[in-house]
């Protein structure tokens, strides 16, 4: 079982496998005005990520609050106080 590369640059399988695409190669910025995706799989995951992140930080501002008796505003004025001194 090799790989190889067929006429149109996309990278094949040998075996019975399906071919592997590779994505064409984009100029700088292009990604950001077209309304072609860069990869959706990946993409989901960085989002799937960042919902976690926003939830935890969601959790700890809650208990921050309850430990402090003041809300996420309060909760940075004191923070800042307290690395400014």
Do not use: C, H
């Not at 100029?27 to 935890?56: C, D, I, K, Y």
């Amino acid at each position: 079982m090799g790989e190889g590369t067929n006429a149109m640059g996309e990278g094949t399988k040998k075996g019975g496998d399906q071919a592997f695409r590779y994505e064409p190669v984009e100029r700088f910025g292009e990604g950001l005005t077209t309304s072609r995706p860069w990869n959706l799989a990946a993409l989901a995951g960085v989002e799937r990520l960042n919902g976690r992140v926003a939830m935890l930080g969601f959790v700890a501002a809650l208990i921050g609050e309850e430990l402090t008796g003041k809300g996420a505003l309060g909760q940075l004025a004191l923070m800042l106080r307290w690395l400014l001194g």
